[in-house]
């Protein structure tokens, strides 16, 4: 009696070319809710290795975005928009629905070559990654190893 339907939580795809999947807050969201000081946002644009043998020009690249807030860094929404985004998006509806943490994800060891392996090796453990985005664009150098 006491459970809810949180739709927010609720994994959505966009059955399109490329197909879009989503769960979670938006960036906009989260600021709006949490508060700027309290959301980073992690991204990553690749290009899937399905496309590998396409002239450049024609590859088209996976773009994610991973929403934390809070200290722990809680998962509060992905965002994925890409091939491979329609399957990807349900098995990470549950880390947000759990309430995950960054930290869990960066403690998952990554399935390669997979497209949801960025998902989990976004910075500062990642490799691909070359910067941490914080809100609106603002964007630094991910921390070292060390830091």
């Known amino acids: 009696p ?4 949180h739709y927010h939580q609720i994994p959505t795809v966009v059955f399109s070319h490329p197909p879009i999947g ?10 709006a809710k949490f508060g ?4 980073k946002v992690y991204t990553s644009s690749f290009v899937n290795l399905f496309y590998s043998m396409l002239a450049p020009e024609d590859k088209p690249k996976t773009a994610m975005k991973l929403i934390c807030v809070g200290k722990e860094e809680t998962v509060v929404g992905m965002h994925v928009a890409g091939m491979g985004a329609d399957e990807m998006i349900q098995g990470f509806g549950v880390a947000v629905k759990m309430g995950a ?3 869990d994800l960066d403690n998952i060891v990554a399935i390669h070559p997979t497209a949801s392996e960025e998902f989990v090796t976004m910075a500062p453990w990642g490799k691909i990654q070359d910067r941490i985005t914080l809100p609106f ?3 630094r150098p991910p921390p070292t190893m060390l830091e």
Not at 2 to 5: K, P, S
Not at 36 to 39: D, G, K, R, Y
């Open 2 to 5: 006491d459970a809810c339907l």
């Open 22 to 31: 989503t769960v979670g807050y938006t960036e906009p969201d989260a600021v």
């Open 36 to 39: 700027l000081s309290n959301v």
């Open 101 to 103: 943490y960054k930290s």
């Open 137 to 139: 664009g603002t964007a």
